[in-house]
Each structure stands twice: as structure tokens, then as C-alpha cells.
């Protein structure tokens, strides 16, 4: 079957680093996405990566390792307005996204 | 208009009655979704649209249906409620290369 794990929950400080893991095992691969949901609203697209390495955007960047099934979210600099949940979805063999469970993100001050 | 449209914003409905949530979009996407989404559990797609005329299931489309007359619209119906189709539904549209998608603000649907 196919499988996108993420943790549940995270915490962090405001003006921290936080790392948001994702790990799959998918129907071939093309392409991760990142999402940011605040609560209530829509998904917003973040970043997408297709090819092995690091995507940097400001103060947010994604990694991707092909090889190992892995990517993560780096969010730098924390701002209390990024306590959101941050989807990971692959687009599979198929060109369908398949969508984690989400990071719940909570920013303390 | 700007970007993607859905309607109601939500809905409480009786089991076994008939619904139409509504989807617009005007940025000319080639491809269209519906998605529920579910406390603890990821995105689920429901059905899709790769080009207007065509429509395809997705991973949970039984008890639903689509249709795609034109570039722009996308409704999802629920022909006969059931408890179980009480979700968040949310609709996107995606355009070439990378097929980001773009999602509306969602409908809440209650089914009692």
C-alpha cells in the first residue's frame, strides 16, 4: 500500500528552527509537496521538490532524498502565524498526490 | 471571481437526502479535484478531472459523483447522504508542469 508518515504533533519557540520529517513509500514517485493549513482554512501550497537536495524560499526550505524515501520542512527564524498543520503529499505513479496525515505545529512565545 | 470558489461554505443535512456542493475556478486549470478531509487522516480523494469532459475516481469516490461541462465548474453530488460523508470537502485545481494545486476555502458538510 501506499504510506506518507509525519509526526502528529510538534512544538517550538518562537524565533527557532523547527524540522517537520516526512517518509514515504508510494507507487512511484513524481514529486513532494509541503501544504500549510491553518486551522479552518484551505491548504496553501509551499514548495515542491522532484529532484534530490534542498529547495530554499525565504525563511522556509524542503529537502528531498529520493533514495531513502525521506524529505523534510525547515522553518527558520519562527513567527507565532506559522502555528499551522504542514501536509507532506507525493504525486505517485499515477500523477495522484497522496497526502499525510499533517504536523500539527505549535509555536510557543 | 479570484482563484477557486466553493459553495455552501457548510451545510447540515439529512441522511438520505440529495446534495450538490459547488466548485468555480478562474485561472483556466486544466485539472480539477475533490478532496475530503477527515480528523486524524490525510487528504482523500474523492474524484478528478484531467480536462473538461472527463472525469476520474479516485481513492474514495463511492456514494459520490462528478461532473465537468465545462472549464470552469466542477460540482460534487451526494445522492443519497449518509453519516459517514460528514467531512471538511475541499476542491482544487491544478495547472500543467508541476501540478501544484490550488485549493478553495472548503465546505463543512454535517450528514445527521
Known amino acids: 500500500g501506499q504510506n506518507i508518515d509525519q509526526p502528529t504533533e510538534m512544538t517550538a519557540t518562537e524565533g527557532a528552527i523547527v524540522q517537520i520529517n516526512c517518509t514515504y513509500q508510494?507507487?512511484?514517485?513524481?514529486?513532494l509537496f509541503w501544504y500549510q493549513q491553518h486551522a479552518g482554512e484551505a491548504p496553501t501550497f509551499l514548495s515542491y521538490?522532484?529532484l534530490d537536495g534542498l529547495e530554499e524560499k525565504g525563511r522556509f526550505s524542503s529537502f528531498l532524498s529520493r533514495s531513502k524515501g525521506y524529505s523534510y520542512l525547515l522553518l527558520k527564524e519562527l513567527q507565532m502565524k506559522d502555528s499551522a498543520s504542514y501536509l507532506c503529499a507525493v504525486r505517485d505513479s499515477n500523477y495522484q498526490l497522496i497526502w499525510g496525515a499533517g504536523t500539527k505545529l505549535i509555536i510557543k512565545p | 471571481i479570484a482563484g477557486i470558489t466553493q459553495a455552501p461554505t457548510s451545510q447540515i443535512l439529512a441522511a438520505g437526502r440529495r446534495m450538490t456542493l459547488r466548485c468555480t475556478q478562474d485561472m483556466r486549470h486544466n485539472a480539477m479535484y475533490w478532496y475530503r478531509q477527515d480528523l486524524g487522516l490525510g487528504l482523500r480523494l474523492i474524484h478528478y478531472?484531467?480536462?473538461?469532459?472527463?472525469?476520474g475516481k479516485g481513492e474514495v469516490p463511492d456514494g459520490y459523483s462528478v461532473s465537468r461541462a465545462n472549464t470552469d465548474d466542477f460540482p460534487l453530488t451526494l445522492a443519497s447522504a449518509v453519516p459517514s460523508q460528514t467531512s471538511v470537502y475541499f476542491c482544487?485545481?491544478?495547472?500543467?508542469?508541476?501540478?501544484?494545486?490550488?485549493f478553495g476555502p472548503g465546505t463543512r458538510l454535517t450528514v445527521l
Open positions: 521538490n522532484v
Open positions: 478531472s484531467n480536462t473538461a469532459g472527463t472525469t
Open positions: 508510494t507507487s512511484g514517485f513524481n514529486g
Open positions: 482544487a485545481s491544478g495547472s500543467g508542469g508541476t501540478d501544484t494545486q490550488y
